[in-house]
């Protein structure tokens, strides 16, 4: 790790306080503590990079639309009672500010979120209650975080990677987490869909949204709807991340970043990204996800399903030609995996009970479980 290996230091050495101490504390790490959270997160989350190189994306997306200009917020739970940058880092995380939409009886409400990750506490401080202090503090702390008079924030978001049950403890409370998988092509064949490149996503990202909005608009039942907006930042901060890491794993960056078929007004079109969590091998998990599909119009069936099979076959394309385990569909609805049956293509569908669990902490009336609440579009595009 070179001059950026975290050294053990005579405070780190000392017995560790009492996770219910008044001393410790929910702050933000210097720049010196934030390059210490990146190093000792490595081993989780940077395994597809070197040390260096993940430092340097961790670097990077901090710059990237969605993120530069307080976008992103770097939390350590630390002792008060010690100096920075010679505290032990107990327990750290990250949030992600998002715009949002709420919607009850047709009326829209606009709002920010916040999705944590990088939830992390290195081994000789877990078992000790760290990062259960830091999510109690975070979580309500969250809901005034980057607020004012003209914005709220209705809602907390975070995907968990161990399980349903730890979260729901301090609120966060898991919510449907399927996907349809498919594998990469055996073959290849001729397109009958158009591929999308970086010109294309921005005005149908802002068409996107408006069909967003008309869905929240003319919602029926009694339950509150949310939806994370996919807008242009969103999926840019998706695809820079794709882009340096394809960069630095291959030496250059995928062009096609979804795909489109159909006429205006019935068209159907997906964004996706390519996540690489390991090695080029099958069992490190790397994936081509769909970000986020759109059907302008569900009323032919059959057309959609030829539709959407032209899209998914550029997408097991691409998956086969960067060395992708499988394409995964988040969330579909009843609808779509009516479409995805019709296309034939081979298939499963995946109740995900371990990883990338969809977690909401509610910050209004009601139970905030899906009971009451529906989370549209609850795909990949949302996740942090």
Same mark, same amino acid.
């Given at each position: @790790? ?6 053990t230091?005579?405070?780190?050495t000392? @017995? ?6 008044d ?6 790490? &210097? ?5 210490? %959270? ?6 989780? #989350? ?15 997306l ?10 992103? &917020? ?77 914005? +709220? +924030? ?29 594998p ?21 990202c802002?068409?996107?949204? &408006?069909?967003i ?6 919602? /029926?039942? $009694? ?5 994370l907006?996919?807008?242009h930042?969103? @999926? ?21 970043? *979804? ?21 080029? /091998?099958?069992?490190?998990g790397? %994936?081509?996800?769909?970000l986020?599909?759109?059907? $302008? ?6 057309a ?5 099979? =032209? ?7 691409e ?5 992708? =385990? ?16 019709? %296309?034939?293509?081979?298939?499963s569908e ?10 909401? @902490?509610?910050? *209004?009336?009601g ?15 949302? #996740? +942090?």
């Open positions: @790790m070179g001059e950026n290996t975290p050294t230091t005579l405070l780190e000392a @017995m560790s306080p009492d996770s219910r101490s001393s410790l504390y929910l702050t933000h790490p &210097t720049p010196e503590e934030k390059l210490t %959270t990146w190093n000792l997160n490595s081993v989780n #989350w940077g395994t597809a990079l070197s040390v260096p190189d993940y430092l340097e994306r961790e670097q990077f901090t710059t990237v639309p969605l993120a530069r200009d307080g976008g992103v &917020t770097h939390w350590i739970l630390v002792d008060r009672t010690l100096p920075p940058n010679e505290r032990p880092i107990l327990a750290s995380c990250e949030s992600l500010r998002k715009p949002v939409l709420v919607s009850h009886s047709g009326v829209i409400t606009e709002g920010i979120t916040h999705g944590i990750g990088s939830v992390f506490s290195q081994p000789k401080f877990r078992g000790k209650g760290y990062a259960s202090r830091m999510l109690r503090e975070l979580g309500p702390v969250l809901k005034d975080w980057q607020v004012d008079k003209n914005i +709220c +924030c209705p809602f907390s978001i975070l995907y968990s990677d161990i399980g349903k049950k730890y979260y729901a403890k301090f609120g966060w409370v898991p919510f449907p987490s399927t996907h349809i998988a498919f990469p092509a055996s073959n290849s064949k001729p397109f009958t869909a158009k591929p999308l490149a970086y010109p294309d996503l921005e005005e149908l802002a068409l996107d949204e &408006t069909y909005r008309r869905s929240l608009e003319t919602a /029926k039942d $009694e339950k509150v709807h949310i939806a907006i996919p807008n930042d969103v @999926m840019q901060w998706h695809h820079k991340r794709e882009d340096f890491v394809s960069g630095k794993i291959f030496g250059k960056s995928p062009n096609i970043k *979804g795909a489109i078929a159909g006429e205006p007004g019935s068209r159907v079109w997906a964004v996706w990204t390519r996540a690489f969590y390991g090695p080029l /091998k099958p069992e490190s790397n %994936t081509l996800h769909i986020r599909l759109v059907i $302008e119009d569900e009323a032919d069936v059959e959609n399903a030829t539709k959407l099979k =032209g899209i998914l076959e550029i997408a097991q394309a998956a086969k030609e960067w060395q992708l =385990g499988h394409v995964e569909l988040w969330n579909p609805t009843e609808f779509v995996k009516q479409l995805v049956k019709g %296309t034939e293509l081979e298939h995946v109740e995900r009970e371990e990883e990338s669990i969809a977690s909401l @902490m509610w910050y *209004g009336e139970s905030g479980t899906s009971d009451d609440i529906e989370w549209v579009g609850n795909e990949k595009y949302g #996740w +942090c």
